[in-house]
């Protein structure tokens, strides 16, 4: 690629560090659920010109001149995301996730204010009210949790909490949860107590336009979501919500916004500055590709290919958290292989057989957040790659064998061949790549 050259020569050091990192991705099989690969065209769009402007604002209303082209770009986006999860309104200004949260935090509640939120250990998100975190820090955060039997969220359990809280909201979404989230059953809770829902699809965004996982939007006030896990498009995120506020007269009865406006004002001037407009262009394009049917199949893809991993691990004796899957996502609980708090050496482990995973905890994690007891592994990125159930079968006995053998450096390498072979057969950007 022509802008390739001229990086490397202009800086071969950080040149060589991107080429680097292109082979590593192609190399190895990806199963960290919160990556992907995107086309070439999103690439592309990331280091575009667009990355030179300043757009304060919103579409013609904005603080700075020559804006004409951006103006038209950020209404691509807009049209297509809504086209695409159908939602009322869409803002597609925030810079990545978490502040995409910080700025539904900002435009709902005041500091302080108690929030329910899936804990982060059972496979919540950071910014859904943990300790380390602003939401933890600056709002008062009741976490619900898992069954500890069955592994799996309650609702019944989570409308006596939030009838015993009375929350000002309720975050539904996962970051780690192998199964379906109940959306309809968060938004009648959230209505039964007066709070808004806060539907957070990062990682299961691209299965719900894929007709692979139900939409909140129908339900939820606000709905969040990162484009860059299994939408598939560039690092960043967009906040959808209804127009109205439901609950304007209780919690709102002084101002005279509406839901959107709310949203709107505090993602800019409240959090932000100028929108991010080469993103917000790659935003479009990758809502313009997941438009297209074969991102269906792609979607449906993703979740059949879960399944099969998660039945090939059971098969070889892997213990799972909740017993399988209904999404992207499978979590390995390891202590029944002795384990317990190993999660990090067995992804190093992994890391050098070519395998790339994400240490985790487990529900009810007996050991810590840094030294967990689980692995998280996911779908989308090897599912971008072309790759299906009889490649599930090759990657899952590579999984097993290392965690049977508890790391030993020396399996690592055997396995690092057999994934070398077949990721040969998956080449990740034909005429971009630098192996020969
Ligand atoms: C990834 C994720 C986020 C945060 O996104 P960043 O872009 O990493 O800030 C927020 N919520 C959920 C559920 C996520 O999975």
Not at 115 to 144: D, E, M, P, R, W
């Amino acid at each position: 690629m022509k802008i390739m050259n001229d990086l490397s020569n202009s800086d071969p050091e950080v040149a060589d560090t991107l080429l680097r990192e292109l082979k590593r991705q192609e190399e190895g099989i990806e199963l960290i659920p919160s990556e992907n690969y995107t086309s070439r065209a999103v690439l592309q769009s990331i280091g575009s010109v667009f990355t030179n402007k300043y757009s304060e604002g919103y579409p013609k209303k904005r603080y700075y001149g020559g804006n004409e082209i951006v103006d038209e770009v950020e209404i691509i986006a807009i049209d297509r995301a809504k086209e695409l999860f159908g939602c009322e309104h869409v803002n597609v200004q925030p810079y990545s996730g978490s502040p995409a949260n910080q700025a539904v935090f900002f435009a709902l509640l005041n500091l302080k204010d108690k929030f329910i939120g899936f804990s982060l250990t059972s496979g919540g998100h950071l910014t859904h009210g943990s300790h380390v975190n602003f939401s933890g820090k600056n709002y008062a955060c009741v976490s619900y949790d898992v069954n500890k039997e069955t592994e799996i969220l309650d609702m019944e359990n989570i409308r006596k909490l939030a009838l015993e809280e009375k929350p000002k909201m309720i975050i539904s979404g996962l970051t780690a949860y192998p199964r379906e989230i109940d959306f309809k059953a968060f938004q009648e809770i959230a209505e039964e107590v007066n709070a808004y829902h806060l539907a957070d699809i990062s990682h299961i965004a691209g299965l719900v336009v894929g007709d692979a996982h139900s939409s909140p939007v129908p339900h939820a006030d606000v709905i969040t979501t990162t484009t860059h896990k299994s939408l598939r498009g560039p690092r960043g995120a967009i906040i959808m919500c209804k127009i109205e506020d439901r609950l304007h007269d209780l919690h709102h009865p002084n101002s005279k916004k509406n839901l959107s406006q709310l949203i709107d004002s505090a993602v800019f001037p409240g959090l932000q500055g100028g929108p991010h407009d080469h993103t917000t262009a790659a935003k479009a394009v990758a809502f313009g590709e997941a438009l297209k049917p074969e991102f269906k199949d792609y979607a449906k893809q993703i979740v059949k290919n879960a399944k099969s991993l998660a039945d090939d691990l059971m098969s070889l004796d892997i213990k799972l958290v909740t017993n399988g899957t209904d999404n992207h996502l499978v979590l390995i609980d390891l202590r029944p292989e002795g384990l317990t708090g190993k999660g990090g050496p067995i992804q190093n482990a992994l890391d050098d057989a070519g395998i790339t995973v994400n240490k985790n905890t487990v529900p009810y994690e007996p050991s810590s957040p840094f030294h967990p007891s689980g692995l998280r592994l996911g779908t989308p990125a090897i599912t971008t790659r072309g790759m299906k159930e009889s490649e599930m079968t090759v990657i899952a006995e590579g999984l097993a064998k290392v965690i049977k053998s508890k790391g030993d450096p020396e399996l690592s390498v055997t396995v690092k061949e057999s994934i070398l072979e077949l990721t040969k057969q998956f080449p990740l950007y034909p005429g971009l790549s630098i192996l020969k």
